[in-house]
T-cell receptor, first 108, second 114 residues
Framework: RKEVEQDPGPFNVPEGATVAFNCTYS??????FFWYRQDCRKEPKLLMS???SGNEDGRFTAQLNRASQYISLLIRDSKLSDSATYLC?????????FGAGTRLTVKP | EAGVVQSPRYKIIEKKQPVAFWCNPI?????LYWYRQNLGQGPELLIR????????DSQLPKDRFSAERLKGVDSTLKIQPAELGDSAVYLC????????????FGPGTRLTVL
């Protein structure tokens, strides 16, 4: 079993849609959690951290369920510029473990 | 502020040849990471440096891969000899110190082994 598993995607949605990505992790000792964004042929960049109480940054909402070892990312009112691959990342003893990513394409 | 710099951006070599990648982290960042990213996969950690010390190299294939970070700044990752399966993007990242929330990635070196 992979340490970090994500919806394989791809997700193809129209502008303005709401889309949700899921991620599960296998190591209960995982300490912190993140979503990174990676544009095609570019490097990953931090989108947001994920906190136990859930957190929101504009149109983006991240949630963490430690009991179920589950992380989610919700994007509301999708924009064309949201098209990218979204990587779920789990920190275990200062090692960042990346999921394979979920590809999102937002269409006009 | 300059980001993480990597060179070369692209490299095409024949199998069994050596290859080296160079990384200059963000100024003041003590922790440096080398990752390998295969197509359709997330980055996988190869080695992590805290200043000039390699604190985690458990995922580095030591028979053919080597890395160094002299003086705790720039770093070089080497493969000798390269194999077909080494074709991937090699990403360097840095952070202020280990455990920092955000890692900053360089643009990567895309390696093709023929």
């Amino acid at each position: 079993r992979k340490e970090v598993e994500q919806d394989p995607g791809p997700f193809n949605v129209p502008e303005g849609a709401t889309v949700a990505f899921n991620c599960t992790y296998s190591n209960s000792a995982s300490q912190s959690f993140f979503w990174y964004r990676q544009d095609c042929r570019k490097e990953p960049k931090l989108l947001m951290s994920v906190y136990s109480s859930g957190n929101e940054d504009g149109r983006f909402t991240a949630q963490l369920n430690r009991a179920s070892q589950y992380i989610s990312l919700l994007i509301r009112d999708s924009k064309l510029s949201d098209s990218a691959t979204y990587l779920c990342v789990v920190n275990i003893d200062n090692d960042m473990r990346f999921g394979a990513g979920t590809r999102l394409t937002v269409k006009p | 502020e300059a980001g993480v710099v990597q060179s070369p951006r692209y490299k095409i070599i024949e199998k069994k040849q050596p290859v080296a990648f160079w990384c200059n982290p963000i100024s003041g960042h003590n922790t440096l990471y080398w990752y390998r990213q295969n197509l359709g996969q997330g980055p996988e950690l190869l080695i992590r440096y805290e200043n000039e010390e390699a604190v985690d190299d458990s995922q580095l294939p030591k028979d053919r891969f080597s890395a160094e970070r002299l003086k705790g700044v720039d770093s070089t990752l080497k493969i000798q000899p390269a194999e077909l399966g080494d074709s991937a993007v090699y990403l360097c990242a840095s952070s202020l110190y280990q455990g920092t929330v955000e890692q900053f990635f360089g643009p990567g070196t895309r390696l093709t082994v023929l």
